[in-house]
């Protein structure tokens, strides 16, 4: 079983930074994508960037953030610059036991308990 464990979210002000983290454990090389999805009150979970051999991303945060992931230290990062109060949600970590990434929430097989961000204007 994969367990994984957001953490660095926090309140900011708009044009401010955020680095999420996401730590993961337990049989780490069966995931061959991972990725962040967020959730803001009152909506959809919804598709911010994911990463296998490659990285893509949501248009709404596309050249704002970066996702990466640090295999050694079993840790997938997103960094977010630029921020904006349409960003504020629920963040979530989500890892796929199969190939080709997915911005579809339901076909990621596990996923973290989320971090907060807020971002006021």
């Known amino acids: 079983q994969v367990q994984l464990v957001e953490s660095g979210g926090g309140s900011v002000q708009a044009g401010g930074s955020l680095r999420l983290s996401c730590a993961f454990s337990?049989?780490?090389?069966?995931?061959?994508?991972m990725g962040w999805f967020r959730q803001a009150p009152g909506k959809e979970r919804e598709w911010v960037a994911s990463?296998?051999?490659?990285?893509n991303y949501a248009d709404s945060v596309k050249g704002r953030s970066t996702i990466s992931k640090d295999n050694a230290k079993n840790t997938l990062y997103l960094q977010m610059n630029s921020l904006k109060p349409e960003d504020t949600g629920m963040y979530y970590c989500?890892?796929?036991?199969?190939?080709?990434?997915?911005?579809?929430?339901?076909?990621?097989?596990?996923w973290g308990q989320g971090t907060r961000v807020t971002v006021s204007s």
């Open positions: 990463i296998d051999d490659r990285t």
């Open positions: 337990g049989y780490p090389y069966s995931i061959y994508c």
């Open positions: 989500a890892a796929r036991k199969f190939r080709n990434c997915a911005v579809v929430a339901d076909l990621y097989n596990y």
